[in-house]
């Protein structure tokens, strides 16, 4: 059974990169069919909060209140679990505000960065997908769950994807479909079926650990005290509690799993928890549970044709530093734009592949430091020894915080878009702008998806240089803004341009770039 008429794009993966880049699709006017193997969304514990990077890709959508209310809620769970184990105050010596971990060092102070507005939410990954998915259905996005990408066949104009599954017609019934595409993108996981049948090369290393995730409860759960992450004689452990029951994390150094895809099992997970703890406690049920390493690949390219790769199928490393869920959603921001302007035909030929240029890089270091935090957890003399080192820079030295606080957040990241300007290629902090007298925000102005050219004080030429491109009102809104500097900014948020008293010369090249139609 074929379907009626054929479609833009097929999404495969439900998950927050999946979710976010449909969306993207469906708010430039593309149409996208989404397909997600599984039924129902997965509740395995993944990510316990989102970077900074991602909260304002969300934001720039008009999302910024559903998190502010998701986080209050967890805050307020977690306050509520910690008042009943007894723990009514921060740890001492510890940051005044924690802006997140490296190999498990929560010495980051978000008060000692440069932007420390920028920060990462505690929301977890699964309250961040009710949010997505909220969202993609308010716009629109077809999402076939249940239904799994059998094979598909890229003819060089089409892709044609055959799935299958209880709801493999789109609602027409069980049984098989064709979906007759543009492109079809993978954001279907680190074991990516989309990667393995298109042909990726995934280089990289293999896995040395295991670390167990799960929600539990507990006989004692006080016996785990301190909250957070903490290094023993046989491992790394971390325990949150939210009454009543408790998220426990455990690495223990001793190889890989024999059969990651066994269930876990509560005795796994108490005998863990007790080998790496010390600590005389019984799981009592568990809620959901998972296992994971420090496999750590990422794709050679991330397009193949009209086969294209987002999120851990184009990339996998642990989970240290919690900044998995940052590149995904990073990634869709950048792709979705772009595929969107070369589906409606409005791209240069060059606009797709800048989307591997800008994201793999910034994936690749994301590799390297989760490499490096490892090597700082083993729990052997040595590491011990580089652990406390680097513990002492991150306490005394404010530049070292600094740094490894904006290599875990991300918030320096700079595409090369061969322009020497500071801003240009950085993603764009949100604030305050005046426009036709009214106050208002940047992230508030691009709401619908579009780029946006912000017309400011230093250069009056801003809007004549709009005008003599073949740029589309429809791609880019442009505001007169007064006590701002001229910027064009992307869909994505990255600054392809800002403004200079020598003129719009530069505007003009970046809009031809970036925005004209060929």
Known sequence: ?????????????????????????????????????????????????????????????????????????????????????????????GPRRPGGHFAGLSLIDQELQHEPARRMRMITQDALERILAEHARALGVEIWRGCSVESFADDGERVRVETHGPN???????????????????????????????????????????????????????????????????????????????????????????????PVTAAEIEQSLRRVSGADVRVTAVRSATRWTDNARQASSYRR???????????????FGGQGLNLGLLDAANLGWKLAATVH???????????????????????????AQLTIMRPDPQSTAMRQ?????????????????????????????????????????????????VGTSLYSLMHDGRGLLVDGDDDDGAREAFAQTKSSGSRVRVVKASGARSMLVRPDGCIAWAGRPEGPDGLRVALDRWFSTP
């Open 305 to 319: 044709g009209r086969v294209l790769l987002a999120g851990d199928a184009a990339h996998v490393h642990s989970p």
């Open 389 to 437: 080192i680097i513990a002492d820079l991150l306490t005394h030295c404010p530049d070292v915080n600094r740094h490894f606080g904006e290599m875990i957040s991300g918030v320096t990241t700079r595409y090369d878009l061969g322009d020497d300007d500071p801003l240009v290629g950085r993603l764009v902090a949100n604030h305050e702008l005046t426009v036709d007298g």
């Open 1 to 93: 059974m074929e379907m009626d008429s054929p479609v833009d794009v097929v999404v495969v993966g439900a998950g927050p990169t999946g979710l976010l880049l449909a969306s993207e699709l469906v708010l430039a006017g593309v149409r996208v069919v989404v397909v997600e193997r599984r039924a129902e969304p997965d509740s395995t514990p993944k990510a316990g909060s989102i970077g900074a990077l991602a909260c304002e890709v969300l934001a720039r959508r008009g999302l910024g209140p559903a998190l502010d209310a998701e986080e209050a809620i967890g805050l307020e769970a977690m306050k509520g679990s910690r008042k009943s184990l007894g723990v009514t105050e921060a740890p001492k010596g």
């Open 168 to 262: 493999g017609g789109g609602g027409r019934g069980p049984g098989p479909m064709t979906l007759d595409a543009a492109f079809l993108i993978g954001c279907d996981g680190g074991r990516s079926t989309v990667r393995k049948q298109a042909g990726f090369e995934f280089p990289g290393s293999d896995p040395t650990i295991t670390g167990r995730q799960a929600v539990v409860e507990l006989d004692h759960p006080e016996r785990l005290l301190p909250l957070g992450w903490r290094r023993t004689a046989t491992g790394m452990m971390s325990f949150w509690p939210f009454a009543p029951a408790g998220r426990v994390a455990i690495i223990e150094f001793e190889g890989p799993p024999k059969d990651r895809d066994a």
């Open 345 to 371: 035909g409005d791209a240069r030929e060059d606009l797709l592949d800048s989307y591997m240029t800008e994201r793999h890089p910034v994936a690749a270091r994301v590799l390297e430091n989760t490499r």
